[in-house]
């Protein structure tokens, strides 16, 4: 699962097509789309830390659309950003010192 990989190595991943056969095996979604009869393509997942850098969560952020047409597409370099960003703060948030 790509929520897996990105906690175990401690990084974001941003794949395009999850159904291309690249360097990840990725069948859970694959799985979960045959039950449900989604099509999980374009995936942005995002290990969520704490202040003291360590991940107590991931964001996880599936089939980025282009507004003008609904096709699915990759997640930008700006989404992901975003999205890293967005993380880091909802860890940080989440974290019991800073309640």
């Known amino acids: 699962m790509v929520v897996a990989y990105a906690v175990h190595h401690d990084k974001s991943v941003n794949i395009a097509d ?17 039950k449900t009869g989604y099509r999980s393509q374009s995936f942005l997942t995002v290990p969520m830390k704490n202040h003291e850098n360590e991940i107590i969560g991931v ?41």
Do not use: M, W
């Open 59 to 99: 964001l996880q952020l599936i089939n980025a659309k282009r507004p003008s047409t609904g096709e699915v597409v990759r997640f930008s370099d700006a989404d992901q950003q975003f999205a890293e960003a967005l993380a880091s703060q909802a860890a940080i948030a989440r974290s019991p010192t800073a309640c």
């Open 18 to 34: 999850a159904y291309y056969r690249g360097r990840l095996r990725l069948l859970g979604h694959q799985n979960f789309d045959k």
